[in-house]
């Protein structure tokens, strides 16, 4: 079992930087790649970024490209996001999931989630 647990959400303006984390107990994280998705209310899920167990393949949504980065340290079993010029519709929960395997672009293919953490961006 892996559990994980994100923080840094909060409420910030537009044009500003939050940076999430996701920490993760149990098995050897260092294995498992994660993503970072986001539900907004009345949306549906959506991948915002992924990350391999080494760091070395990424991958992000169109909509965050250039905006958000995610890396990991697998010292302190802890992914990350930097969200940087956020706008206000990067309002929603925002959730870590991870896998013992690599990367997806698909949520049901995750088998751990954390329970998320609110970002909110005002205009």
């Known amino acids: 079992q892996v559990q994980l647990v994100e923080s840094g959400g909060g409420l910030v303006q537009a044009g500003g930087s939050l940076r999430l984390s996701c920490a993760a107990s149990?098995?050897?994280?260092?294995?498992?790649?994660v993503g970072w998705f986001r539900q907004a209310p009345g949306k549906g899920r959506e991948l915002l970024a992924a990350?391999?167990?080494?760091?070395?393949?990424?991958y992000y949504v169109d909509s965050v490209k250039g905006r958000f980065t995610i890396s990991r340290d697998n010292a302190k079993n802890t992914v990350y996001l930097q969200m940087d010029s956020l706008k206000p519709e990067d309002t929603a929960t925002y959730y870590c999931?991870?896998?013992?395997?690599?990367?997806?672009?698909?949520?049901?293919?995750?088998?751990?989630w954390g329970q998320g953490t609110q970002v909110t961006v005002s205009s």
């Open positions: 990350i391999n167990w080494s760091g070395g393949s990424t």
């Open positions: 149990g098995r050897t994280f260092s294995t498992f790649a």
């Open positions: 999931a991870a896998r013992n395997r690599a990367y997806s672009l698909t949520d049901f293919r995750y088998d751990y």
